[in-house]
Protein backbone atom coordinates (compact mmCIF):
# COMPACT_ATOMS: atom_id res chain seq x y z
CA UNK A 1 0.00 0.00 0.00
CA UNK A 2 2.18 2.48 0.83
CA UNK A 3 4.54 1.91 -2.41
CA UNK A 4 1.11 2.76 -4.23
CA UNK A 5 0.86 5.69 -2.09
CA UNK A 6 4.57 6.72 -3.32
CA UNK A 7 4.04 5.68 -7.05
CA UNK A 8 0.75 7.99 -7.05
CA UNK A 9 2.51 10.57 -5.08
CA UNK A 10 5.30 10.92 -7.95
CA UNK A 11 3.26 10.62 -10.48
CA UNK A 12 0.88 13.61 -9.57
CA UNK A 13 4.84 15.82 -8.85
CA UNK A 14 5.94 14.28 -12.27
CA UNK A 15 3.15 16.16 -14.30
CA UNK A 16 3.83 19.42 -12.34
CA UNK A 17 6.63 20.72 -14.84
CA UNK A 18 7.71 20.53 -18.50
CA UNK A 19 11.39 19.78 -17.74
CA UNK A 20 11.86 16.04 -18.24
CA UNK A 21 15.15 15.83 -15.79
CA UNK A 22 13.02 17.29 -13.01
CA UNK A 23 11.81 13.73 -12.58
CA UNK A 24 14.94 12.77 -10.67
CA UNK A 25 15.01 15.40 -8.13
CA UNK A 26 11.14 15.00 -7.31
CA UNK A 27 11.22 11.53 -6.31
CA UNK A 28 14.41 11.83 -4.69
CA UNK A 29 12.68 14.35 -1.98
CA UNK A 30 10.32 11.96 -1.28
CA UNK A 31 12.88 8.74 -0.74
CA UNK A 32 14.88 9.21 2.68
CA UNK A 33 17.87 8.68 0.77
CA UNK A 34 21.12 10.90 1.67
CA UNK A 35 24.67 10.99 0.16
CA UNK A 36 27.38 9.65 2.44
CA UNK A 37 30.14 10.12 -0.35
CA UNK A 38 32.40 13.22 -0.99
CA UNK A 39 32.62 15.65 -3.80
CA UNK A 40 34.96 17.70 -4.81
CA UNK A 41 32.41 20.77 -4.96
CA UNK A 42 32.91 24.02 -3.67
CA UNK A 43 29.88 25.80 -3.06
CA UNK A 44 29.49 29.68 -2.39
CA UNK A 45 26.70 31.50 0.10
CA UNK A 46 23.76 31.83 -0.92
CA UNK A 47 23.26 34.99 1.11
CA UNK A 48 25.83 38.00 2.49
CA UNK A 49 23.86 37.93 5.75
CA UNK A 50 22.22 35.48 7.71
CA UNK A 51 22.08 33.42 10.51
CA UNK A 52 21.64 29.32 10.42
CA UNK A 53 18.71 28.55 11.98
CA UNK A 54 18.33 24.70 11.32
CA UNK A 55 21.09 22.28 10.02
CA UNK A 56 20.49 19.16 8.22
CA UNK A 57 18.89 16.36 9.77
CA UNK A 58 17.28 13.29 7.34
CA UNK A 59 16.70 11.91 10.79
CA UNK A 60 13.32 11.81 12.82
CA UNK A 61 11.43 14.96 11.80
CA UNK A 62 13.22 14.92 8.23
CA UNK A 63 15.05 18.23 7.19
CA UNK A 64 16.99 17.55 3.98
CA UNK A 65 18.65 20.88 4.19
CA UNK A 66 19.91 24.31 6.35
CA UNK A 67 17.54 27.20 7.03
CA UNK A 68 19.00 30.47 6.69
CA UNK A 69 17.09 33.40 8.30
CA UNK A 70 17.91 36.95 6.64
CA UNK A 71 15.56 40.08 6.13
CA UNK A 72 12.50 39.52 3.59
CA UNK A 73 14.15 40.52 0.27
CA UNK A 74 17.11 40.46 1.23
CA UNK A 75 19.22 39.23 -2.15
CA UNK A 76 19.66 34.77 -2.63
CA UNK A 77 22.51 33.99 -4.68
CA UNK A 78 23.60 30.94 -6.94
CA UNK A 79 25.95 28.83 -4.94
CA UNK A 80 27.68 27.39 -8.18
CA UNK A 81 27.03 28.29 -11.55
CA UNK A 82 24.64 25.64 -13.95
CA UNK A 83 21.38 26.06 -15.42
CA UNK A 84 18.11 26.67 -13.76
CA UNK A 85 15.67 23.65 -14.54
CA UNK A 86 12.94 24.90 -12.60
CA UNK A 87 10.95 27.57 -11.19
CA UNK A 88 8.26 28.07 -9.58
CA UNK A 89 6.11 27.08 -6.96
CA UNK A 90 4.59 23.14 -7.76
CA UNK A 91 6.26 21.55 -5.06
CA UNK A 92 4.11 21.24 -1.98
CA UNK A 93 5.43 23.11 1.02
CA UNK A 94 8.84 24.58 -0.94
CA UNK A 95 7.05 28.13 -1.79
CA UNK A 96 8.43 29.78 -4.49
CA UNK A 97 11.44 27.73 -5.64
CA UNK A 98 14.43 28.13 -7.85
CA UNK A 99 16.59 24.65 -9.08
CA UNK A 100 19.63 24.92 -9.99
CA UNK A 101 21.82 22.37 -11.72
CA UNK A 102 25.48 21.98 -11.75
CA UNK A 103 28.21 19.90 -13.35
CA UNK A 104 29.16 16.54 -12.20
CA UNK A 105 25.43 15.47 -11.37
CA UNK A 106 24.81 17.85 -8.15
CA UNK A 107 21.69 20.54 -8.13
CA UNK A 108 20.77 23.33 -5.61
CA UNK A 109 17.38 24.15 -4.66
CA UNK A 110 16.46 27.83 -2.88
CA UNK A 111 13.15 27.78 -1.47
CA UNK A 112 10.24 29.78 0.15
CA UNK A 113 11.69 32.97 -2.41
CA UNK A 114 9.67 35.85 -2.26
CA UNK A 115 10.35 36.70 -5.23
CA UNK A 116 12.43 34.85 -8.74
CA UNK A 117 14.78 36.61 -10.64
CA UNK A 118 15.86 34.03 -13.19
CA UNK A 119 14.21 32.07 -15.66
CA UNK A 120 14.12 28.79 -16.48
CA UNK A 121 16.63 27.94 -18.40
CA UNK A 122 18.81 30.45 -17.93
CA UNK A 123 22.64 30.17 -17.36
CA UNK A 124 23.83 31.10 -14.11
CA UNK A 125 27.36 32.12 -12.81
CA UNK A 126 28.32 31.39 -8.75
CA UNK A 127 26.63 34.89 -6.80
CA UNK A 128 24.32 35.31 -9.76
CA UNK A 129 21.04 36.51 -7.79
CA UNK A 130 18.42 34.32 -8.59
CA UNK A 131 15.76 35.83 -6.12
CA UNK A 132 14.77 37.45 -2.94
CA UNK A 133 13.94 35.76 0.74
CA UNK A 134 10.42 35.60 1.76
CA UNK A 135 8.16 33.37 3.93
CA UNK A 136 6.30 31.24 0.97
CA UNK A 137 4.96 28.10 1.16
CA UNK A 138 5.24 26.14 4.63
CA UNK A 139 7.41 28.75 5.85
CA UNK A 140 7.80 29.48 9.56
CA UNK A 141 9.27 32.95 9.39
CA UNK A 142 11.23 34.81 7.04
CA UNK A 143 14.35 32.23 6.14
CA UNK A 144 15.63 30.48 2.62
CA UNK A 145 15.58 26.67 2.69
CA UNK A 146 19.01 25.78 0.66
CA UNK A 147 19.34 22.13 -0.12
CA UNK A 148 22.05 20.09 -2.19
CA UNK A 149 21.33 16.95 -4.00
CA UNK A 150 24.44 15.18 -5.01
CA UNK A 151 23.71 12.09 -7.55
CA UNK A 152 19.88 12.88 -6.81
CA UNK A 153 20.26 12.49 -3.04
CA UNK A 154 20.23 14.91 -0.58
CA UNK A 155 23.15 15.69 1.07
CA UNK A 156 24.49 18.18 3.71
CA UNK A 157 25.78 21.64 2.00
CA UNK A 158 27.77 22.65 4.84
CA UNK A 159 31.17 20.86 3.88
CA UNK A 160 31.04 22.31 0.71
CA UNK A 161 30.46 25.81 1.50
CA UNK A 162 33.68 28.17 0.85
Given at each position: MRKLILCLLFFSL????????????????YRSETYNGHKNIQLGYPLRKFRITRGF???????????FAAPR??????????????????????GKLVIIEHPNGYASFYAHLDRINTKLGALVDQGQRIGLVGDTGNARGVHLHYELRIDEKAADPSPYFL
Open positions: SSCTSYRGMNNYKSARAPYKKSHYGVDGNSVFSTHSGRVIYTGSSFRGY
